[in-house]
């Protein structure tokens, strides 16, 4: 029984990037050994177990067979005959493809450290195209790295997606991947490498739709390396990413991906204010007390930052939007959530809402007076 570090874990090593998780493919054993040894067996697909110390993840050597359509369509043999390289060349790409032996020698077949260093992104072998999911994969890896993809692996992911490959990917696939590639360094180079080679067409339609229209690439790979780089959060990101949408195909992509509620409550809001976050700056009272009810900021304070976020972005590559200014949506909420609706409606009972909103709208009017009163 041999233990290896294997995959992203060798990947970070080598790019000199912080290593969050260590994973073990271990060679020469079978379950029933594993388990005797006091590993904890974990996984459901494939023999998977943690350490019982260090609770790392340590995999059986394992090569895979394609049975049918889709990323599930996959039979696992794991035993202890299976070598180190055949586990490799499972593998999707050469830079995750790499493994460090106990004595610290890399066993690297697929030259993955040469593409490291040479920041390239290469399929391993034609195995590649059994698993849509590896589109998804090179696309993320893009805008983390950096890094070119091959041309040859460019030309086999376009090859996929003419097959239908990426038709089979489910939605919480789909939407695991987006949401990891977007909170990548460069998440714009995500999607442009799905446009690039079909994959955006077939998981992301109505986005790719939206690309035809002249200066949306641009401004939307702008919008989304500007909340990178602001650490902006992933509802915030995925808002922008959509922002240049019509309501319905908004809404119709997120159900496509099943994205999360607080990620399409805010893409939702940002769609149907842009226009108003636009010129909030200027908005006159009744104008910024609708947008405070429409976003449900009373109960929802939270939201405030996320749409703030989402119009500082959208201004910085858009010189007609105003650079919004989330303080004076910070005194405007204050102000109105400041009225003391028990008083008012002890005042006016016979209409407490209209009196209650009349109150809120006096109190937000009251900061935009020359005199604050």
């Known amino acids: 029984m041999k233990t290896y570090l294997v995959g992203g874990s060798v990947r970070d090593e080598l790019l000199g990037l912080p290593v969050q998780d260590r994973d073990y493919v271990v060679v020469g054993s079978d379950p029933e050994e594993m388990v005797k040894l006091g590993f904890r ?13 260090t609770h790392d993840e340590y995999a059986l050597a394992r090569t895979e067979r394609k049975t049918a359509p889709g990323y599930k369509g996959f039979t696992f043999h794991a035993a202890r005959d299976v070598t180190l390289e055949q586990d490799l060349a499972r593998r999707d790409l050469t830079i995750n493809a790499i493994a460090r ?7 690297d077949p697929h030259r993955g450290a040469a593409d490291i260093k040479a920041g390239v992104l290469r399929h391993v072998g034609p195995a590649f195209a ?3 999911v590896r589109i998804l994969r090179v696309a993320r890896f893009a805008a983390r790295f950096g890094f070119a993809i091959a041309p ?5 992911m376009v090859a996929m997606v003419e097959r ?11 939407w695991q991947e987006l949401a990891r590639g977007l909170m990548e360094k460069n998440p714009s180079r995500m999607i442009a ?10 998981v992301l339609p109505e986005l790719d739709a939206a690309f035809s229209e002249a200066q949306v690439p641009e401004r939307l790979a702008q919008r989304l390396e500007h909340a990178a780089a602001a650490g902006n959060p992933l509802p915030t990101r995925y808002a922008l990413l959509v922002i240049d949408l019509a309501d319905d195909d908004a809404a119709a992509l997120a159900a496509r991906v099943n994205a999360p509620s607080d990620c399409r409550d805010l893409a939702r809001l940002a769609v149907r204010e842009r226009d108003v976050l636009a010129h909030a700056n200027e908005a006159d009272a009744e104008a910024m007390l609708g947008l405070l009810e429409r976003a449900d900021l009373f109960r929802r304070p939270e939201r405030l930052d996320r749409l703030a976020e989402v119009a500082e972005a959208d201004a910085a590559v858009d010189a007609a939007r105003n650079h919004l200014s989330r303080d004076a949506l910070h005194r405007a909420l204050a102000a109105a959530r400041g009225v003391d609706a028990g008083a008012v409606a002890r005042q006016f009972p016979d209409d407490i809402p209209g009196a209650v909103r009349r109150a809120r709208l006096a109190a937000v009017a009251a900061l935009q007076s020359p005199t604050g009163h």
Not at 164 to 174: F, I, K, M, S, T
């Open 101 to 107: 032996a106990d004595d610290g020698t890399l066993i």
């Open 164 to 174: 239908g490959e990426a038709d089979a990917l489910v939605p919480e696939r789909v």
């Open 130 to 132: 059994e698993d849509p």
């Open 193 to 202: 490498v799905l446009r690039e080679c079909g994959a955006l067409a077939r």
């Open 152 to 156: 040859e692996t460019l030309q086999l």
């Open 41 to 53: 067996p974990v996984g459901a697909d494939f023999p998977v177990f943690l350490h019982p110390q």
